[in-house]
């Protein structure tokens, strides 16, 4: 550095602290981003965490599901959402063709209290003969739609005749109902 003027020593200074300054900004940004990244990537694992306790959740429901089917006895049947009430009415239609009963109406109603699900009843009026009564409800136990008869009620259309005329409440559990709200005033202990 002996043989450089004053000139080029100040030039020579000037241009090393720029480059370090410049140094210090570039090694500051990068370190900044990859502060970022970092929140990022735990974003992303929150995220991940959230997917995976979802997933358990729906394998936790199809074994409840599947516990279910089994204690209504029917393994394969389908359970219906709120939104599907009509497919049910006419799979009991179907059922009731398939048994020869004839039905001769309807008395929906949506039971939000019941557990594990809420549930769909349904009162079905009906007609035929003893024998086609036996079959429609074996042939419930076997529906494509989970349905379980609940209460039954029949009498002889005419005593001089084997026809037969009757009701017959047919329950099925609706996925994705929301549940009745719970507030004192519609409680046991609320009650008092």
């Known amino acids: 550095m002996g043989s450089l003027s004053n000139r080029d020593k100040r ?5 090393l602290v720029i480059l370090v300054i410049g140094v210090i900004y570039i090694g500051s940004k990068l370190m900044s981003n990859g502060a970022q990244d970092t ?3 735990a974003e992303t694992e929150k995220r991940f965490e959230d997917l995976f306790d979802k997933m358990a959740n729906v394998e936790e429901q199809k074994s409840q599901n599947l516990l279910l089917r089994k204690k209504i006895g029917n393994e394969r049947g389908k359970f219906v959402s709120e939104k599907e009430i009509s497919k049910f009415l006419a799979e009991i239609e179907s059922v009731g063709g398939r048994s020869g009963v004839t039905i001769s109406g309807y008395s929906p109603s949506v039971n939000r ?3 594990p699900l809420a549930s ?3 009162k079905v009026n009906f007609q035929c003969q003893f024998n086609n009564l036996v079959q429609f409800l074996n042939n419930v136990r076997e529906a494509n739609l989970l349905m379980q ?3 039954l009620k029949v009498s ?3 005593k001089n005749k084997p026809d037969l005329e009757g009701q017959v409440t047919l ?3 609706l996925l994705n109902a929301q549940p009745a709200p719970v ?10």
Do not use: C, F
Not at 11 to 15: G, K
Not at 183 to 188: A, L, R, W, Y
């Open 11 to 15: 030039l020579l200074i000037i241009t």
């Open 39 to 41: 929140v990022v990537s």
């Open 113 to 115: 209290r019941s557990r």
């Open 120 to 122: 769909l009843e349904v």
């Open 149 to 151: 008869p609940s209460t």
């Open 156 to 158: 002889l259309k005419d």
């Open 171 to 173: 329950i099925t559990y």
């Open 183 to 192: 507030t004192p005033g519609n409680t046991i202990a609320g009650a008092q």
